[in-house]
Each structure stands twice: as structure tokens, then as C-alpha cells.
């Protein structure tokens, strides 16, 4: 039954994908102090997505190894209390 849902959802992405790039297959201009060139709009759109999760996937991978060290220095701190507790 899952693996049904996981094929539903992978076949409307891709139908969404496919009809995002059809109706959005315009040339556009892209500027970058002297970088220029002409880009589909679908592709660009989907570059800056992708990038954009990329971005946040690192910012966040960045917070949680913060709370990771945090953690380990708290769990090492606890042995240590429990066993000098003894």
C-alpha cells in the first residue's frame, strides 16, 4: 500500500514537473555583472529551487550538528556526575 502512494506521488511530481516546463518555456535573460546569457524561465525556476533547498538542507545541517555537540558534551557531563555520585 505504500509503495502505491510512494508511485502516486512520484507520478504527479513528474506530471507537474513536466507541465511547469512545457508552460514555462520561454527564453529569458540572465545578468551578472558581465555574465550574461539566455536561460529557459522552467529551467532557471527550478535551478533557483533547487538551490534553494540546498541552502537550506547546509544552514540546517549546520544547526543540528551544533545541538549534536552540544548534546554529547551534556550526556559526557552526566556520566561524569553519575559516577562520581557513586
Avoid: C, D, P, W
Amino acid at each position: 500500500m505504500i509503495k502505491l502512494l510512494y508511485v502516486i506521488v512520484i507520478v504527479i511530481t513528474v506530471f507537474i514537473g513536466l507541465t511547469f516546463t512545457y508552460m514555462n518555456s520561454q527564453m529569458v535573460e540572465l545578468k551578472y555583472l558581465s555574465f550574461r546569457t539566455e536561460i529557459n524561465l522552467a529551467l532557471l525556476l527550478i535551478g533557483t529551487l533547487i538551490l534553494g533547498i540546498l541552502a537550506g538542507f547546509f544552514a540546517s545541517l549546520l544547526s543540528s550538528l551544533k545541538v549534536r555537540r552540544h548534546l554529547s558534551k551534556v550526556k559526557k557531563e552526566l556520566k561524569h556526575l553519575q559516577s562520581s555520585s557513586l
